[in-house]
């Protein structure tokens, strides 16, 4: 099973930030890779597929990058909605869940 | 509009059984995988397994492998989640989504989720 690690789990920021999230792959996913964004009490919402195809309904704001191993999500500027929890995905070898990164307010 | 609309929140004992459910409507049901994620409190996102409606083919999580069985009735598109003996364990959010792609990929619809809770 291809094991997703993200880091770091918990990011302390302020609006207006730039915000870099890591996600790591236990073997090669190509660019198979999602990014999820999930708010308190709800269903988490497709934000970045094949690596780096924002989803329909994203700002420009979020970008993704990687293959391989090693992915990325970077926020340019934090605004107030932007604070959630964010998943990454493979889907090159069966399906797995990175462990999550919370943005929250600094 | 595509929704997967999951049925209501559920207070069950350990051991009992259970099966909830997932209507789908706004697409064609037979033509997209259909999958379960469990979300354990304040914990993150799991794979438990996948259904294409089509032709019933089913595959599991190694994790999940005989402890759930997700089926799905295409004549009223409505795909299930079930468990023969439950566990406080199993207390958890449980979400249906839509997978995109014949070859298993990523979840573009999300259902609202049901929350079980075991508990004696």
Known sequence: EIVMTQSPATLSVSPGERVTLSCRASQSVSSNLAWY??????????????????????PARFSGSGSGTEFTLTISSLQSEDFAVYYCQQYNNWLTFGGGTKVEIK | ?????????????????????????????????????????????????????????????????????????????????QWSSLKAADTAMYYCARIVGPTVEYVDYWGQGTLVTVSS
């Open chain 2, 1 to 81: 509009e595509v929704q997967l609309v999951q049925s209501g929140a559920e207070v069950k004992k350990p051991g009992e059984s259970l099966k909830i459910s997932c209507k789908a409507s706004g697409y064609s049901f037979t033509n997209y995988w259909i999958g379960w994620v469990r979300q354990m409190p304040g914990k993150g996102l799991e794979w438990m397994g996948i259904i294409y409606p089509g032709d019933s083919d089913t595959r599991y999580s190694p994790s999940f492998q005989g402890q759930v069985t997700i089926s799905a009735d295409k004549s009223i598109s409505i795909a299930y989640l």
């Open chain 1, 37 to 58: 964004q999930q708010k308190p009490g709800q269903a988490p919402r497709l934000l970045i597929y094949g690596a780096s195809t924002r989803a329909t309904g994203f």
